[in-house]
Nanobody, 123 residues
């Protein structure tokens, strides 16, 4: 099992920056690909960025390419998302979780999620 705790969200103005962090624990936390997901009110949860278990490969949704950067720590027990040039449409609750590479859903499906961290971008 993997337990995840997100932090770093907040209220920022459009064009600003924010850095999200995810602390992971459990036997699989350092040996699986990880991703950041987000969900806005009334919308489906979606992957915005992902990183392979080794940290050698990354994936970004087209809407955030060039603005967001995902990374893993040396111990691979933390995952960060650096968000620059934020837009109001980035407003959502952001979650981290495992990811099946190329399929872009958690390894456990839709069963296990943390509390997430709220990101609000004002105009």
């Amino acid at each position: 099992q993997v337990q995840l705790a997100e932090s770093g969200g907040g209220l920022v103005q459009a064009g600003g920056s924010l850095r999200l962090s995810c602390a992971a624990s459990g036997a699989t936390s350092t040996s699986v690909a990880m991703a950041w997901y987000r969900q806005a009110p009334g919308k489906e949860r979606e992957v915005v960025a992902a990183i392979s278990w080794s940290g050698d490969d990354t994936y970004y949704d087209d809407f955030v390419k060039g603005r967001f950067t995902i990374s893993r720590g040396d111990a691979k027990n933390t995952v960060a998302l650096q968000m620059n040039s934020l837009k109001p449409e980035d407003t959502a609750v952001y979650y981290c979780n495992t990811v099946a590479w190329g399929i872009w859903i958690p390894l456990t499906g839709d069963r296990y999620w943390g509390q997430g961290t709220q990101v609000t971008v004002s105009s």
